[in-house]
């Protein structure tokens, strides 16, 4: 028995190996493409390590657009709509799960069939409100249709549905309303919660491209996602200073998230405890 257990750890040792050097070669890659001359990424056949590492395709990276003004605009997004996100999800979340009104359940399963309709499909409708009301090439027309998702709200509803029922109706009956037993009983408990819907909506709104390259035309207004693809020139790219440029503000959300990981792990799973 021992001898076929061994063996079976080695078998998914092996497996789950090569399954990770497969998941990271493009970032391995992309490292090696950083420090090589845009004639050795474009050999062929494909160069995987550089003849002599090109260290000044860094900084030649960041000169070569607005990269202050973009991170500016990067951190203005990430953090507002992180906030937002935060804030309504909880409070909805706290409300579908914990509080008895007319419609819940109706509205609460029409909230869920949003899900299925490709985020695609709402950008003509998004992009003509936010035409009207004069906010493009703003922080407020980047950040206002995230400032409240469906799958936050969906997220936290079940993490307050994992809480003990017995501690919301202890506070009902020392005299709390809803809204103090919400902020004062319910929301620290579920900080796990809460902690992991802002790290997984910081990353996403870190790396966010499609709407903001949308609303955003002006390089100086764009977030640093979107201003990677101004390497990319109409009858030449350069690759190295792309891929640079790509690591340095990969950089950033990536040690967040490796500091981090424990807290999205622990808080996604408690959160699919109950439904």
Known sequence: MSSRRGGSNVVAYVVLGVGGLLMVSPFLYQISASLMTNAEVTAIPKRLLPETIQWGNYPAALAAFPFWDQLRNTVLFTVI???????????????????????ARPIFAI??????????????????????????????GLVAPGIVTVFGTFMMRQFFLGLPRELSDAAKIDGAGPVTTFVRIMLPLAMPGVSALAIIVAISSWGAFLWPLIVATYSENMPLAVGIASFAGEHETDYPQMMAASLVVMLPVMIFFVALQRRVIAGLAFSGIRG
């Open 81 to 103: 709509q992180t906030v937002c996100q935060v804030l309504f999800a909880s409070m909805a979340g706290y409300a579908f799960a914990r509080l008895k009104f007319a419609g």
């Open 111 to 140: 909230l869920l069939s949003i899900l299925m309709i490709p985020a695609e499909l709402l950008l003509i409708s998004q992009y003509q409100i936010v035409q009207n009301l004069g906010l493009l090439n703003t922080i407020a």
